[in-house]
């Protein structure tokens, strides 16, 4: 099947937005992967899940979870200091939670968080037990 204009069934109209982005990895993850032992990568995987369940919600965090890298981003309101300081604040307590959780497991990350203008398309996430 062509795909053409007229026959996509989604259609998308991107906006750009102001959002605070975190970009965190997983330091030697392939080492993990390729042990035999899984406890670590399914604390990661918990971990995240439940840190962001808890919490990413209720601030408005989105996030992708992908492999050893996740994502986090907060829209934000440039014209409102406040707000944004809030928001800046926020993210940076639950990178702070992801990441103290994971070092107590010996599993370290690392990143950063820049801002910019981000369009993201928002999936409901689904995670495979």
Not at 36 to 55: A, D, G, H, P
Not at 81 to 94: F, G, K, P, Q, W
């Amino acid at each position: 099947m062509e795909i053409t204009e007229q026959n996509i069934s989604h259609k998308i109209l991107v906006s750009y937005t102001n959002h605070l982005i975190a970009f965190l990895d997983v330091l030697g993850f392939s080492n993990l992967v390729f042990d035999t032992n899984v406890n670590k990568i399914n604390f990661y995987y918990s971990i995240v899940k439940t840190i962001l369940e808890t919490f990413g919600d209720e601030v408005g965090i989105k996030s992708i979870l992908v492999s050893d890298s996740t994502i986090l981003a907060i829209e934000i309101n440039k014209e409102d200091l406040s707000a944004t300081t809030n928001a800046i604040r926020r993210l940076a307590l639950i990178v702070g939670e992801i990441q103290g959780h994971l070092a107590k497991r010996g599993i370290l990350i690392r990143g950063a968080i820049s801002s910019g203008l981000l369009y993201i398309h928002c999936c409901p996430v689904h995670f495979i037990s």
